[in-house]
């Protein structure tokens, strides 16, 4: 049996969509027969056992706190993880380190597989340079941009095999000098055993947030600037005006959620905009039930151009139809009037358009649907999708170097 040892930022049982997805890989994996555990650095910041076992998955801490000015900080915490996974695999004895971005981790992870002998698989779900401008917490072109991004080149030159989760990432690299060939695609996706049987809408609780029996626009997710979410408030006075009962409902928070707030409260649209506020994830099927339509409104950047979001894809799965910017993470996932609906991004009027066009077309709104569903069901599907790392392990695993070399990975 195959021993994978997943090197992560943080996990369960915080919630992300950064921990979702790592548990979907790893659940999926431990169905396919692989033996695997997993270990965060410092930035995990939940209070626990170490190892924890959280939903029959083990997950191993990185020990202490690292401190100093920003650049030796960072040099401390890639020290301490690099020392914490090697003495984990001196006691676990992997086959494979597979560690996810950011740039922390995957730096940690080779400084570990060169000491070890060890094959490493370097995942990378975002450029996390980029994610930091689309969040406000960073310049384009900074010090700490180019910083992150030469040090990521330095992690995908120096490890075995690179997955990211999609083409618009794996297109990027490319450009920048490395092997097609080293580079797979592991696709963002759902669990269609925990999260695909959509609920019956509850009217009952559609009257106490207030939404009434008409059409409801969805988004539920982070409230994060590159999201466009003021363009999807600013398009729904022009949606009222030609479908005054359809309602918009704002499940989650974030960096941005006052701001929107007050722009919702200002609008001629006041009465139709509602925020739930940020729900347990165990209640999101709850609220997707309540919608219609799921919105996603991402405003063009770099980091939405490369990156294929998860939520459509849920949305998808939940029976919901999707309309959404035409920035390319999305045209990576929806193809326009097949699996969904898209228009220009920054562009509220394009939004309500698209919307009420949408809302007129209910006779396509079954075929849709379904289509849709099929499209995750084949191509989305996690018990599908892990056959992609399988395929990307058995690369490494055949050459008896990487078993012996150090003696670590070879079974005793």
């Known amino acids: 049996m195959t021993r994978v040892l997943h090197i992560l930022d943080h996990s369960l049982p915080l919630h992300s969509g950064y921990t979702f997805r790592t548990r979907a890989i790893l659940k999926a994996q431990q169905a396919a027969g692989i033996e695997l555990r997993a270990i965060t650095g410092l930035r995990h910041s939940a209070q626990g056992s170490d190892p924890e076992v959280i939903d029959r998955l083990t997950f191993h801490r990185t020990p202490g706190a690292a401190s100093g000015p920003v650049g030796i900080r960072e040099w401390r915490e890639i020290g301490q993880l690099a020392s914490a996974i090697e003495k984990l695999c001196q006691e676990w004895r992997p086959d494979v380190l597979h560690a996810h971005s950011p740039a922390l981790c995957g730096a940690a992870a080779l400084r570990a597989a060169r000491r070890l002998g060890l094959p490493l698989v370097y995942e990378i779900r975002a450029f996390w340079e980029d994610a930091a401008v689309g969040n406000g917490e960073g310049r384009a072109g900074s010090v700490k941009y180019l910083l992150t991004r030469t040090l990521e080149n330095h992690i995908v030159a120096g490890a075995h095999q690179v997955v990211t989760i999609c083409q618009g990432l794996k297109d990027d690299l490319v450009s920048r000098g490395n092997d097609p060939a080293r580079i797979a695609i592991a696709p963002n996706g759902v669990d269609l055993s925990l999260f695909g049987e959509p609920l019956p809408r509850d009217r009952a609780f559609a009257a106490e947030l207030g939404l009434g029996d008409g059409p409801v626009i969805g988004f539920i997710g982070s409230f994060y600037d590159y999201e466009g979410l003021d363009d999807l ?180």
């Not at 006075?237 to 701001?259: C, K, S």
């Not at 649209?269 to 506020?277: D, K, L, N, R, V």
């Not at 084949?378 to 150090?406: C, G, I, M």
């Open 233 to 412: 408030i600013a398009a729904m006075p022009m949606l009222i005006d030609t479908h005054p009962d359809a309602r918009l409902l704002l499940v989650g928070g974030g960096p941005r959620e006052q701001a929107l707030r007050e722009q919702a409260a200002a609008s001629s649209a006041a009465a139709a905009i509602h925020f739930a506020g940020r729900v347990p994830h165990s209640e999101v099927e709850r609220y997707y039930a309540l919608c219609e339509i799921m919105a996603y409104p991402r405003k063009a950047s770099r980091l939405t151009d490369l990156v294929t979001p998860l939520k459509p894809l849920e949305a998808m799965a939940q029976g919901k139809l999707v309309a959404a910017s035409d920035v390319g993470g999305h045209r990576e996932l929806i193809a326009d009037g097949i699996t969904g609906t898209l228009f220009a991004p920054d562009d509220p009027v394009a939004c309500a358009v698209a919307l009420a066009n949408l809302l007129d077309a209910r006779s396509v709104w079954d075929d849709r649907r379904a289509t849709a569903r099929i499209y995750v069901e084949t191509r989305h599907d996690w018990a599908v999708n892990v056959q992609r790392y399988q395929d990307v392990y058995q690369k490494l695993l055949p050459d008896e170097h990487f078993r012996s070399s150090a003696g670590i990975a070879q079974k005793q």
